[in-house]
């Protein structure tokens, strides 16, 4: 026995002693040896994961910030981690997301849903997957779900009528996420999910998606702790993770939806009254291995959740923004009266989008609701950086808001300015090149012109229809550079955007 004992100390000496020799050669090869050595940055970043891994999870998000800190001491490129490069340059964008790199595989961990358009890293593979996409999220196609979108705000509105009547308090930012939600899903699945109709507009679907894009941090650096939680007992992960559990919950209704889809056994199938996102997928060219009812439900997952809180997020910063600025609405208002003299005919949504200080509003309030996370390309050959080659196979990123926070091209950038927008469009500087919130090149994202209707109609019914007052006490600030949980996660955020609704008088 003792003999055995003192074997099995052995071995554990001999193999912590191999770990902490492993860990060791490791670290310099890292710093000193490896292709990305010679770029600058800190060396613990260089040397693990670990500094990403605490700044992103255990400081909850605070990682981008950090990376702007590195930017700032080390310069336009750094190595951020032992893997990969992060620039910080607006004209250097259009390069980087032309398209002929590839996404990063560890990366697309945080989307959770492996088998999505979103998450694919082959660019082959994911033309054939956008491929079937496109053609429902075209501007004709978008046109023609003009009816939906707008029936669904009409609820929102009966909403927030009774919410005049009786003096209660709403909680905007939620029920127009609610909105946009019932949007997206009845769009996909020709069923929307009644949160508009919720008593508290589902304020569960808001929180699980701020959760679900808050753990994508600890979902890339600890992958292995997915599968367990899917396994559990629901009973179990309801306790521990209530709104991975109700990620779960809505999983399972998603399933239901898509299965008499595929099998062409639900009523649309049969009536051919209209194609919804998964009817069209279901139709495409696609090959056969890729329609099943799980790889849809990872498209679902992404679009719904990237459809309900991006639009709903930049609509509440827009009303939050115009309450501060009274200047700015009294314009927009005027501008819609001269377009729309009656707001109860309301004119088509292309034509909205052509009214200019409109669409100032919109861009602001998008450019001021930013994609935070970095979104890394692998470079397939070397790639020149001013004086830096990258080698090939290299991980790659930029990240939205440094660019549309650049004062070198938004002066004043935190300033919400529509003016700027009218004023680039006169003088025939193209502005929106930068917009980068809905991504670049191939792999910009597919509900690009959904967002844009959903948000112009959004934004312009309530312009119309409502005064609104705040319920709390709020400072501009509140609005601005929160934490990073995929999208910008501000105080606001956090805190909710409450308010009493009244009508606009003017508009009546």
């Excluded at 398209?99 to 595989?105: F, L, R």
């Excluded at 492996?114 to 004709?140: C, I, M, Q, W, Y």
Aim: proline fraction near 6%.
């Amino acid at each position: 026995m003792m003999f055995q004992e003192a074997n099995i100390t052995h071995l554990a000496i001999v193999a912590a002693g191999a770990t902490v020799l492993y860990t060791f050669g490791l670290v310099i090869w890292r710093l000193y040896y490896s292709p990305l050595a010679k770029f600058p940055g800190p060396k613990l970043a260089a040397a693990t994961l670990w500094y990403e891994f605490y700044w992103d999870v255990l400081k909850k998000g605070q990682w981008v910030w950090e990376i702007d800190r590195m930017h700032r001491k080390y310069g336009p490129i750094v190595r951020i981690n032992p893997h990969e490069l992060h620039i910080q340059d607006s004209e250097f964008y259009d390069e980087l997301y032309s398209g002929k790199q590839v996404k990063y595989p560890w990366w697309t961990k945080l989307a959770g849903s492996d088998r999505s358009t979103f998450a694919t890293v082959s660019s082959e593979e994911h033309r054939r997957r956008r491929g079937a996409l496109n053609p429902f999220f075209s501007k004709r196609a978008v046109t023609g779900l003009e009816p939906i979108v707008r029936e669904k705000i009409g609820k929102l509105c009966h909403r927030l009528d009774r919410f005049i009547e009786t003096g209660e308090v709403v909680r905007l930012d939620v029920a127009l996420m609610a909105t946009t939600i019932d949007i997206i899903c009845d769009i996909g699945f020709a069923a929307d999910r009644g949160y508009v109709d919720e008593p508290d507009f589902k304020l569960e679907w808001k929180n699980t998606v701020a959760g679900v894009c808050e753990t994508g941090a600890m979902a890339r650096h600890l992958p292995w702790l997915l599968a367990p939680m899917q396994k559990s007992p629901r009973f179990i992960i309801d306790v521990i993770n209530p709104g991975f559990g109700f990620l779960l919950k809505w999983h399972d209704i998603t399933r239901k939806q898509i299965r008499p889809i595929l099998a062409y056994e639900d009523d649309m199938s049969s009536s051919k009254t209209r194609n919804t996102i998964f009817h069209t997928l279901r139709d495409s060219d696609l090959p056969a291995h890729e329609k099943t009812v799980e790889r849809f439900v990872d498209e679902a997952a992404t679009f719904t959740i990237a459809g309900s809180e991006t639009t709903a997020q930049a609509t509440a910063k827009i009303m939050f923004f115009l309450k501060y600025l009274p200047d700015v609405l009294v314009k927009l208002r005027q501008e819609l009266r001269e377009a729309i003299p009656n707001p109860n005919q309301m004119i088509p949504n292309v034509e909205l989008q052509n009214l200019p200080y409109l669409a100032g509003v919109i861009y602001e309030g998008l450019r001021l609701s930013p994609i935070m996370v970095r979104l890394p390309r692998v470079t397939q050959e070397p790639m020149r950086y001013k004086e830096w080659v990258i080698p090939p196979g290299t991980p790659v990123s930029e990240t939205p808001y440094f660019v549309l926070m650049d004062p070198e091209i938004f002066p004043n950038p935190k300033l919400f300015r529509p003016e700027r927008w009218v004023e680039a469009t006169e003088q025939g500087i193209r502005l929106d090149r930068y917009m980068v919130l809905f991504g670049k090149g191939s792999r910009q994202c597919a509900g690009i012109n959904l967002a844009r209707a959903e948000i112009f109609e959004l934004v312009a019914k309530l312009i119309m229809r409502y005064d609104w007052e705040f319920a709390r006490e709020y400072d501009i600030s509140d609005a601005y550079d929160g934490r990073e949980a995929f999208v910008m996660h501000a105080k606001l955020d956090d805190i909710g955007f409450y308010v009493t609704m009244q009508k606009a008088g003017e508009f009546e």
